[in-house]
T-cell receptor
């Protein structure tokens, strides 16, 4: 079983829609969960960072972690064309090395 | 806002040649990393660096790879003898002591011909 699974999409939504992006994982040792946004040929940009289970909200973005189900989500409210990008989940255990294990990324297109 | 700077943005090299990819991490960060992303594939961990030494390296990071922090600001990745399969985007990242969220650079696109 792959450590982190993420549907690559593509996902196409109209402007203003609520977007739901998800990842599942197999390693119960993961404690830190991140969502990154990546534009074409650019470096990943940190959007949200969550420790352990629960919800975190930042503007139009909400991250959820359900450790019992090994499932994390990112919700984008009132999506904008500028949100069109690839969204990658990444996670790490609590070890000192902080190595991130990544999903493949979901390609999102928000259409005006 | 502080950023991680990588140079060059694109490098083309012949198979068997040595390349050095350069990074300037955020100045007060303590953890440094190199990742790579082959087109269409997942981002892969290469190496983490803390307290002036490698803290973990992946199976990819074999004897052909090395990292250095020569002067307290720069952080370099050297590939001694490049192979075609080393063609990828290489990302440098850094993180602070109390924050697991990394800041990535814009990457160096390495093309081995």
């Amino acid at each position: 079983q792959k450590e982190v699974e993420q549907d690559p999409g593509p996902l196409s939504v109209p402007e203003g829609a609520i977007v739901s992006l998800n990842c599942t994982y197999s390693n119960s040792a993961f404690q830190y969960f991140m969502w990154y946004r990546q534009y074409s040929r650019k470096g990943p940009e940190l959007l949200m960072y969550t420790y352990s289970s629960g919800n975190k909200e930042d503007g139009r973005f909400t991250a959820q972690v359900d450790k019992s189900s090994k499932y994390i989500s990112l919700f984008i409210r009132d999506s904008q064309p500028s949100d069109s990008a690839t969204y990658l989940c990444a996670m790490s255990d609590a070890g000192n090395n902080r190595k991130l294990i990544w999903g493949l990324g979901t390609s999102l297109a928000v259409n005006p | 806002e502080p950023e991680v700077t990588q140079t060059p943005s694109h490098q083309v090299t012949q198979m068997g040649q040595e390349v050095i990819l350069r990074c300037v991490p955020i100045s007060n960060h303590l953890y440094f990393y190199w990742y790579r992303q082959i087109l269409g594939q997942k981002v892969e961990f290469l190496v983490s660096f803390y307290n002036n030494e490698i803290s973990e390296k992946s199976e990819i990071f074999d004897d052909q790879f090395s990292v250095e922090r020569p002067d307290g600001s720069n952080f370099t990745l050297k590939i001694r003898s490049t192979k075609l399969e080393d063609s990828a985007m290489y990302f440098c990242a850094s993180s602070g002591e109390f924050n697991y969220g990394y800041t990535f650079g814009s990457g160096t696109r390495l093309t081995v011909v």
